[in-house]
């Protein structure tokens, strides 16, 4: 039945779905996950590096987390090169606003801005939608620290915690069961690595195969969004006790 109404993004079918939007949806199940808690000092954003050959040259920026502005930070799940689009939207949106109000775009402006371009995109004729999932985390005078979630539709929501990408349903299951509401930033990034040792298709979890980013305010009252080094990676797994020595691989 959906192939008569799959061809194209402005058509709906007879149960009111518009399929090609629901296929860019299955395209991001099977990106690399990306979790991001929000605790009482911070936000933290956690994702799953897709590492395809042991012969490719690690790049030396991020994979998964993008710096939009100061007080905005985003974890990705999906196509890299439509992201890298909607990225770049968010970044000139920002700077405008910025430019124009001489204060910070309210976080869920921004957000809101960047999702009405993803709607677009799955309206007119001749256009795919963008097959990307975004997690924003943030920090404004408004409503502090903020964590929202978008998908290709266009919608987007705030969360205490929330999962995109492979194995979602599974991961927000156990955040479901173990977030609390008043957690520090470090049991944060504690659940955060828990979640992902669990979900995460491989069998031990490596600093090769993670990225940690945190968004927080220092003791001065700036906004920091900080990436965790692969060496304090590593050191957080054997603190957490969520990686697995050698030995036991093999």
């Known amino acids: 039945m959906s192939r008569r109404y799959d061809s194209r993004t402005t058509i709906f079918s007879p149960e009111g779905r518009l399929y090609q939007v629901e296929y860019a949806m299955e395209?991001?199940?099977?990106?690399?996950?990306?979790?991001?808690?929000?605790?009482?000092?911070?936000?933290?954003?956690?994702?799953?590096?897709?590492?395809?050959?042991?012969?490719?040259?690690?790049?030396?920026?991020?994979?998964?987390m993008y710096k939009i502005d100061?007080?905005?930070?985003?974890?990705?799940?999906g196509i890299m090169s439509d992201a890298n689009i909607l990225i770049n939207t968010a970044r000139v949106q920002?700077?405008?606003?910025?430019?124009?109000?001489q204060e910070p775009m309210p976080v869920e402006q921004l957000v809101q801005s960047l999702c009405d371009t993803k709607q677009g995109y799955t309206q007119f004729g001749g256009l795919r939608p963008f097959g990307v999932s975004f997690l924003f985390a943030g920090w404004d005078k408004n409503y502090g620290f903020q964590l929202y979630m978008s998908d290709p539709s266009g919608n987007y929501g705030g969360w205490k915690a929330a999962a995109i990408g492979a194995n979602n349903q599974a991961a927000q299951s156990i955040l479901k069961q173990d977030y609390k509401d008043d957690a520090t930033r470090e049991e944060a990034v504690q659940l955060a690595l828990k979640v992902l040792s669990k979900t995460m298709d491989s069998t031990s979890l490596t600093s090769e195969k993670l990225e940690l980013a945190e968004v927080y305010l220092t003791p001065s009252g700036t906004v920091k969004y900080h990436v965790h080094s692969p060496d304090s990676l590593t050191k957080l797994l054997l603190k957490h006790g969520v990686t697995q020595p050698a030995a036991e691989t093999s």
């Open 70 to 77: 100061d007080h905005v930070a985003c974890a990705v799940a």
């Open 94 to 101: 920002a700077q405008r606003y910025t430019f124009m109000y």
């Open 27 to 64: 395209a991001i199940g099977n990106a690399g996950s990306a979790i991001g808690i929000l605790s009482k000092d911070g936000v933290v954003l956690i994702g799953e590096k897709k590492v395809t050959s042991k012969l490719l040259q690690t790049s030396t920026s991020t994979e998964k």
